[in-house]
């Protein structure tokens, strides 16, 4: 039914311009301005719509997942950026000391890091 019908994802930040900055400058992604909010454009023309709540609460899923080449690299330059990696020590999921888990189940890597509006989103490297 929707096969050929467009789509795109949506997520709530309760401060658009934290949001503006993390993922236009830290993350260096295309983020546009428009009435509603901002858009992210993502790598194959996929966009990410993002608008403020004031009932704002987090999620405690992993919304954004990023495929890199190197993930100790992608690390290396978020963490020139400013950014951090989650640590996680749980049943089936604990990282390392860079915060890099290493399946299985799932991909080669996959590290977790949090936007302003602790968003939870993922780099990882397949293979």
């Known amino acids: 039914m929707f ?15 934290k949001a503006k900055e993390f993922y ?3 993350l260096d992604l295309e983020v546009v301005e428009i009435p509603e909010g901002l858009e992210l454009h993502l790598s194959g023309g996929a ?11 987090a999620p405690e899923h992993t919304i954004l997942n990023f495929v890199v080449d ?15 990696m989650e640590h996680y020590d749980m049943p089936g999921i604990k990282t390392d000391e860079r915060g890099v ?3 299985p189940p799932g991909p080669k890597a ?3 890091f949090k ?3 602790d968003h939870i989103l ?3 490297q397949e293979s």
Do not use: C, M, N
């Open 24 to 26: 236009g400058q830290k």
């Open 70 to 84: 190197d993930i100790d690299g992608a690390i290396g330059e978020l963490a020139q950026r400013g950014i951090r």
């Open 47 to 57: 966009r990410v719509f993002i608008y403020e709540s004031d009932d704002y609460h």
């Open 122 to 124: 993922s780099i990882l």
């Open 101 to 103: 888990f290493k399946g």
């Open 3 to 17: 096969r050929k019908t467009p789509a795109f994802s949506s997520f709530s930040v309760d401060d658009l311009g």
């Open 110 to 112: 996959i590290a977790w």
């Open 115 to 117: 936007d302003p509006a």
